[in-house]
């Protein structure tokens, strides 16, 4: 080999190797993937697991163990008929009897009823929403008193106060003399909403909703104000003047524990700055239940925001028509004039939806034929279950089924017995808060009560913290409230780099036939606050709707929220069937052109140094009833993907193609200095 040869050959393997980097370079710039390594954005995870062949024995109702007991504890037998009180403190109490303060300090724990401060949580249901007098006389008692909303009340209960009454020589048990106060028609589980998620950073969705557009002409939603409502705002501060403006009003309502331990508001937040950059923004968070929802609420209309974005909902509480607690205040702030963007929720993967069967005559359901009980994992150890079971029996609340939890071999392990049988404050729906220590299979067991309930209602299920097997799915009707209200634009939510549809992303129609969700919107993105794990869930969909809708106020402050909510359909990218549909809505969210006629908007300049603006403060109140909510997530999402309009299926191939032409010329070139290499010290040796 002489040496014209050898740099002939040096050259040749030079310029392989460019041309195969160059190759690759581009087609990775481009979004395209390396073969066999591409990771599918929207893969849907696997939950195959067995379902236990279990033949469900009826439990023993509390009516029973109530006369079981009655003669040796007349006052604890009394309680447990109480049909005001829910069925989880009648729980507590019979495992203080059985076991002393310790077990029934350790189920109310497990059971979500017991905050970290040895405090019962507990919502109090009126019938008058005056509620002055009533608060003066549970104060009087030793009762703390969190907050009041309309008919509404949430107190804390010391563990010690009811461990006293329990010792007295005379037993009188606090909870049965609350329940006979005036007004007072349920004692009950705080509702506890969740949340729908599962350097300077630029979210891909500008890009995708061409936002990016609008700003470029000047529309960043300057006057226009909006709420972001959530249940944590955490390291807000530390993200001022950088992915969130310079200032920003915060305010907290009830249990202020989750403000700083939770960052989804903060991520929520992030999105609408991005879309929305000079719009003013109103962090307001609320602990997830309704009186602290209704406080909050409230706070942002005296305000005046223009725009509120709500990434939060609850399962299984309302009849998902429109109306209930949640629905009114979203329908309430509507009316005023305030455009109201929900999440649409994160349930899909996560609800069954059935109709009563009991082909044997056992008060036990038959999910199939095959099969009493409905199958889950739950995630584990310090993440609270959700369990939630609703009915069609809304306006007369008279069909009686309770809702059993099984391990896997069919022993009891819990039961929600709430009764149903038309008093006022009562609802058709079971469930529990759970903290389960391990991730092993549960089971899930419907009975009709007494064999009482007519046995015709349809139920819906949802597990949040959880997997429910796959063959229990049922996408249809897992929207979360208040998503079904009148008032609400509801949100679904695709995967950003494809649009294919998030496998969680909840589904219409309402139960009165209404399309559900309104619009569809990004996920999985970028976000300074879940770094580097992505954003995901219709929690991030939700803010990007938010943050476009404040760019159409802006261009045309004369509209609606029904002029923005047409204008944001009209626009959409439609996908999947043609036309409205109960999984995409109109379809993503796509702005298109800015407005003929828009003028960039002027920064003004200062000669003068303005101070350093203080973190805003956040109210001292007193902490409220609900623990920290679960969190609902999506998916694991890929992060730093290229912030651009996705590449449809076809270039995504030719991409693909090229790259892999590309990693060959870079194997040859390579391979040719290899060759080249032996070769010379073949023939160093040779010398030698």
Not at 34 to 53: C, K, M, R, S, Y
Not at 59 to 82: G, V
Not at 150 to 155: A, D, E, G, M, R
Not at 372 to 391: R, Y
Request: charged share 20%.
């Amino acid at each position: 080999m002489n040496r014209q040869t050898i740099i002939v050959a040096v050259v040749a393997a030079a310029i392989l190797l460019l041309a195969g980097l160059g190759a690759v370079i581009y087609g990775l710039s481009q979004g395209g993937q390396l073969p066999g390594l591409g990771q599918a954005p929207t893969a849907v995870p696997t939950t195959e697991f067995t379902i236990p062949d279990v033949k469900v024995t009826p439990p023993a109702s509390l009516s029973t163990i109530a006369e079981e007991i009655r003669a040796d504890y007349p006052e604890l037998a009394d309680l447990l008929q109480n049909p005001e009180l829910g069925s989880v403190y009648k729980d507590f109490y019979l495992a203080y009897q059985k076991g002393g303060q310790e077990t029934a300090i350790a189920l109310a724990r497990q059971r979500g009823i017991l905050n970290d401060r040895d405090q019962v949580v507990m919502t109090l249901v009126l019938d008058t929403e005056e509620t002055a007098p009533l608060i003066t006389e549970l104060e009087a008692e030793g009762v703390i008193v969190q907050g009041a909303y309309k008919n509404k009340i949430n107190i804390l209960i010391p563990i010690a106060l009811i461990e006293e009454q329990i010792k007295a020589e005379e037993p009188d048990l606090i909870l049965e003399r609350i329940s006979n106060l005036d007004h007072v028609i349920r004692l009950e589980v705080p509702n506890k909403a969740t949340i729908k998620q599962r350097g300077l950073i630029l979210g891909q969705g500008v890009n995708v909703t061409e936002a990016n557009k609008w700003q470029d002409q000047g529309l960043t939603g300057q006057g226009v104000k909006i709420g972001v409502l959530d249940l944590g705002f955490g390291g807000y501060q530390d993200l001022l003047g950088k992915e969130l403006p310079e200032n920003v009003v915060a305010e907290a309502f009830g249990d202020p524990y989750n403000f700083d331990n939770e960052v989804h508001g903060t991520a929520c937040a992030e999105i609408v700055h991005e879309m929305a950059p000079d719009a003013e923004l109103y962090l307001a968070y609320y602990d997830g239940s309704d009186v602290a929802m209704g406080l909050a609420v409230e706070w942002l209309m005296s305000q005046g925001v223009d725009i509120i974005s709500n990434s939060t909902g609850s399962n299984g509480l309302t009849p998902m028509d429109g109306t209930g607690f949640a629905a009114d205040l979203v329908n309430q702030a509507h009316d005023a004039g305030i455009f109201w963007v929900n999440a649409a929720g994160n349930e899909a993967d996560v609800h069954w939806r059935g109709e009563f069967s009991d082909s044997n005559g056992d008060t036990i359901h038959e999910f199939t034929p095959e099969t009493d009980v409905l199958p889950f994992i739950p995630f584990g150890p310090g993440i609270e279950t959700q369990i939630v079971l609703s009915w069609d029996d809304w306006q007369n609340v008279n069909q009686d089924y309770e809702l059993a939890l099984l391990d896997k071999d069919g022993n009891l392990i819990a039961k929600s017995e709430e009764p149903q049988d038309g008093q006022p404050g009562q609802l058709p729906a079971e469930g529990f808060f759970y903290e389960f220590e391990d991730n092993a299979v549960y089971l899930l067991a419907i009975q009709n009560y007494d064999n009482k309930a007519r046995g015709d209602a349809t139920f819906d299920l949802f597990i949040h913290g959880g997997l429910m097997h796959p063959d229990m799915v049922v996408a249809e009707r897992s929207l979360s409230s208040p998503s079904d209200a009148r008032g609400a634009f509801a949100v679904g939510a695709v995967n950003w780099a494809d649009d294919v549809l998030e496998p969680y992303s909840s589904q219409g129609p309402t139960s009165d036939g209404r399309t559900k969700p309104d619009l569809s919107a990004p996920s999985v993105v970028d976000s300074a606050s879940y770094a580097p794990e992505a954003f995901d869930g219709t929690s991030a969909a939700t803010p990007h709707v938010a943050g476009a809708a404040a760019l159409v106020l802006q261009a045309f402050p004369e509209y609606s929220p029904d002029d923005l909510a047409a204008f944001l359909q009209e626009r959409s990218k439609d996908l999947g069937p043609a036309g409205p549909d109960d999984a995409f809505g109109t379809g993503r969210l796509a702005l298109g052109a800015a407005p003929a006629g828009a003028e960039p908007a002027e920064t003004p300049v200062s000669t003068e140094t303005e101070p350093t603006p203080e973190a805003p403060e956040v109210a001292e109140l007193q902490p409220t009833s609900t623990p920290r909510p679960p969190l609902e997530v999506g998916l694991p999402g890929q992060t730093g993907l290229p912030s651009q309009t996705p590449v449809s299926e076809e270039e995504s191939s030719a991409l693909t193609l090229i790259i892999g032409v590309g990693l060959c010329l870079v194997c040859l070139g390579g391979l040719l200095f290899l060759v080249l290499l032996v070769a010379g010290l073949f023939l160093m040796r040779r010398k030698k």
